[in-house]
């Protein structure tokens, strides 16, 4: 069973186009993230919610909204994509007063905007 | 202060030797310091982490180096093999804080 599991591992679409990616979480974590890698590799965040409530919102366009139903799933919709928005976008989870922020990441989900 | 400065951005070592990645940071209320290892097409994981009461952290050839009044942290991966391979990332927390990541290093053992 994946422990976090996302949905589509890859996406192909054209710039102005608006897309969705899926994120669930089996662990019973109460945190979830959403983190961008670029080309360069380097991890950017760019969203969390605990227990379905916004915590981290960081300078990301707000063509970018993360949604989550519940604590297991967060979702990320993304409206008129840009070249830019090329990247993998991973899903994290965590459980917060364990002592230690250890995530568990998704595999992610490489998103190609043409 | 909230950065988690790591270097090189690249190694290559030969199969056996000893690879050294170094971090640093600013903010003293750090109180986490994890490293996770991100192989192609995969996500990132947790590898090894360490707290700043200890200066050292072995879990099999991974060993973690901390100087607590440098604010400085170093990898190192003892016997390296080419699965070892892959992108390190450092990173620092406080409690349930956000995760603040290095930029990564992409290593590259040969055979």
Known sequence: ?114 | QQQVKQSPQSLIVQKGGIPIINCAYENTAFDYFPWYQQFPGKGPALLIAIRPDVSEKKEGRFTISFNKSAKQFSLHIMDSQPGDSATYFCAASRRDDKIIFGKGTRLHILP
Request: aromatic share 10%; hydrophobic share 35%; with cysteine.
């Open chain 1, 1 to 114: 069973d994946t422990a976090v599991s996302q949905t589509p591992k890859y996406l192909v679409t054209q710039m102005g186009n608006d897309k969705s990616i899926k994120c669930e979480q089996n662990l019973g974590h109460d945190t979830m993230y959403w983190y961008k890698q670029d080309s360069k590799k380097f991890l950017k965040i760019m969203f969390s919610y605990n227990n379905k409530e916004l915590i981290i919102n960081e300078t990301v366009p707000n063509r970018f909204s993360p949604k989550s139903p519940d604590k297991a799933h967060l979702n990320l919709h993304i409206n008129s994509l840009e070249l830019g928005d090329s990247a993998v976008y991973f899903c994290a989870s965590s459980l917060r007063g364990s002592g230690a922020n250890v995530l568990t990441f998704g595999a992610g989900s490489r998103l190609t905007v043409l």
